[in-house]
């Protein structure tokens, strides 16, 4: 320690107002305490503390020492936590791209916990369409990939696959929110709002589609599952999106999610995945251990734990 445990001594008589209560909380005998007080009062050349039939009170000159006492430690405790940090194993940066609907739903709060938890780490994000996604992690520009229909490449490797079901997102006053399942025959029938043909999402939900008897011709087509949301949220349309999309939305009370009751939709497949030869740090190790728990739990809030398919892989 960089100053003598006296300090600490001082500090915790003038909480407790006694000596005997002060030995008491820090384990250590009172007389061990009382002789370091008198040896400090004899060095300061003044009384701290005026001896009282119940306790100990501080004197004028003993207010300011513990005033100065006090910044003392706490700015010892400061030095301790920055040591700390120093010694970290995981410090260092981590990269990840994602999806634009990935990026602007769960990830932002992902993040925000992650990088409070891990001060020491730094993180970059970026967001690019779905068929873009595997491109940067193979050319090694970032180290790590999330994303949903991700194919089986040579120059990736998954570190972790999940399956999210397709499902309804409605308005909350809408009169099929009060359902526990929605068909997509009664979905249909209302003003779609879905994502624009050639995404990773309106591939998906054309599978799921195809098999009904009628023609689907949305509202509103684009490639923003933000604008979608909104326009939902406003009453514009429907949707269909997985309830990651939605999940910032759905905590908030200002959208509903609703599973679908057609047995033939495929789940859309999201992969988290890093070059294929490439090792990963210390700092990606940590982030990919986060991150894995985190989507593991979104998942099973969304979907009852319905939609986690095997077990992450490890890393």
Same mark, same amino acid.
Not at 78 to 87: A, D
Not at 198 to 219: C, K, M, Q, Y
Not at 269 to 274: G, R, Y
Not at 289 to 314: D, N, S, W
């Given at each position: 320690?960089l100053?003598?445990?006296?300090?600490?001594?001082?500090?915790?008589?003038?909480?407790?107002?006694?000596?005997?209560?002060?030995?008491?909380?820090?384990?250590?005998?009172?007389?061990?305490?009382?002789?370091?007080?008198?040896?400090?009062?004899?060095e300061?050349?003044?009384?701290?503390?005026?001896?009282?039939?119940?306790?100990?009170?501080?004197?004028?000159?003993?207010?300011?020492c513990?005033?100065?006492i006090?910044?003392v430690?706490?700015?010892?405790?400061?030095?301790?936590?920055?040591?700390?940090?120093?010694?970290?194993?995981?410090?260092?940066k981590?990269?990840?791209?994602?999806?634009?609907?990935?990026?602007?739903?769960?990830?932002?709060?992902?993040?925000?916990?992650?990088?409070?938890?891990?001060?020491?780490?730094?993180?970059?994000?970026?967001?690019?369409?779905?068929?873009?996604?595997t491109?940067p992690?193979?050319?090694?520009?970032?180290?790590?990939?999330?994303?949903?229909?991700?194919?089986?490449?040579?120059?990736?490797?998954?570190?972790?696959?999940?399956?999210?079901?397709?499902?309804?997102?409605?308005?909350?006053?809408?009169?099929?929110?009060?359902?526990?399942?929605?068909?997509?025959?009664?979905?249909?029938?209302?003003?779609?709002?879905?994502?624009l043909?050639?995404?990773?999402?309106?591939?998906?939900?054309?599978?799921?589609?195809?098999?009904?008897?009628?023609?689907?011709?949305?509202?509103?087509?684009?490639?923003?599952?933000?604008?979608?949301?909104?326009?939902?949220?406003?009453? =514009?349309?429907? %949707? @269909?999106?997985?309830?990651?999309? +939605?999940? /910032? #939305?759905?905590?908030?009370? *200002? $959208? &509903?999610?609703?599973?679908?009751?057609?047995?033939?939709?495929?789940?859309?497949?999201?992969?988290?995945?890093?070059? =294929?030869?490439? %090792? @990963?740090?210390?700092?990606?190790? +940590?982030? /990919? #251990?986060?991150?894995?728990? *985190? $989507? &593991?739990?979104?998942?099973?809030?969304?979907?009852?734990?319905?939609?986690?398919?095997?077990?992450?892989?490890?890393?």
């Amino acid at each position: 320690m960089l100053h003598s445990r006296k300090l600490l001594y001082i500090s915790e008589i003038a909480r407790c107002g006694s000596i005997r209560k002060a030995a008491e909380r820090m384990n250590v005998a009172s007389s061990a305490i009382n002789r370091q007080i008198l040896a400090f009062e004899e060095e300061l050349g003044s009384p701290i503390f005026e001896r009282l039939p119940r306790g100990l009170r501080l004197t004028s000159v003993g207010e300011l020492c513990v005033e100065h006492i006090r910044e003392v430690l706490k700015n010892y405790e400061k030095l301790q936590g920055r040591i700390k940090n120093l010694k970290l194993p995981q410090a260092g940066k981590v990269s990840i791209v994602t999806t634009i609907g990935l990026a602007s739903g769960p990830l932002p709060a992902l993040m925000a916990k992650f990088i409070a938890d891990h001060p020491r780490i730094r993180v970059l994000v970026r967001s690019d369409g779905g068929v873009t996604t595997t491109m940067p992690v193979i050319a090694g520009e970032v180290d790590l990939g999330l994303g949903f229909n991700i194919p089986t490449l040579p120059g990736i490797r998954s570190l972790a696959n999940f399956e999210v079901p397709l499902g309804a997102v409605l308005p909350v006053d809408h009169r099929l929110a009060r359902q526990d399942r929605v068909s997509l025959v009664d979905l249909v029938q209302e003003r779609l709002v879905l994502g624009l043909p050639g995404t990773s999402l309106r591939d998906t939900i054309n599978l799921a589609l195809a098999p009904l008897p009628i023609s689907v011709e949305p509202a509103l087509e684009t490639n923003s599952s933000e604008m979608i949301r909104s326009l939902v949220r406003q009453g =514009a349309g429907v %949707s @269909l999106l997985n309830p990651l999309d +939605v999940l /910032v #939305e759905t905590r908030r009370g *200002e $959208l &509903v999610y609703r599973p679908l009751s057609d047995g033939h939709v495929r789940p859309q497949p999201m992969k988290l995945f890093a070059r =294929a030869r490439a %090792s @990963l740090d210390a700092a990606t190790s +940590v982030f /990919v #251990e986060f991150i894995l728990a *985190e $989507l &593991v739990e979104m998942i099973r809030e969304t979907t009852g734990g319905h939609g986690l398919m095997g077990k992450p892989q490890p890393v």
